[in-house]
């Protein structure tokens, strides 16, 4: 069992940059596919990053590659998006998610088990 807590969540204006942060929780002796979600009003889950927590890969979905960055920190017990380059259409509530090892670095949202509440980003234009 893990639980995650998202925080850096806010409003920016547009070309503004914002770091969020997942805190992780509970058994962190695992390795995990740890990845970041985005849903804007009426939208389905948008799945954005993923990071394997054992080796560190990474895999992008088109939409963020170049604006934003998925990265853990050494402890591997907080995991942050870095966005950059903002716009409008960013705006949504942002989701950490977890699955368990062995894992896939995947965006379907259905194969991870473990989320959090999630973070509001509002980008003004």
């Known amino acids: 069992q893990v639980q995650l807590v998202e925080s850096g969540g806010g409003s920016v204006q547009a070309g503004g940059s914002l770091r969020l942060s997942c805190a992780v929780s509970?058994?962190?002796?695992?390795?995990?596919?740890l990845a970041w979600f985005r849903q804007a009003p009426g939208k389905e889950r948008e799945g954005l990053a993923t990071?394997?927590?054992?080796?560190?890969?990474?895999y992008y979905a088109d939409s963020a590659k170049g604006r934003f960055t998925i990265s853990q920190d050494n402890t591997k017990r907080n995991l942050y998006l870095q966005m950059n380059s903002l716009k409008p259409e960013d705006t949504a509530v942002y989701y950490c998610?977890?699955?368990?090892?062995?894992?896939?670095?995947?965006?379907?949202?259905?194969?991870?088990?473990?989320w959090g509440q999630g973070t509001q980003v509002t980008v003004s234009s």
């Open positions: 998610a977890a699955e368990r090892a062995p894992c896939v670095l995947t965006m379907v949202a259905l194969q991870y088990a473990y």
């Open positions: 509970g058994d962190t002796y695992s390795s995990y596919c």
């Open positions: 990071l394997a927590t054992g080796g560190g890969s990474t």
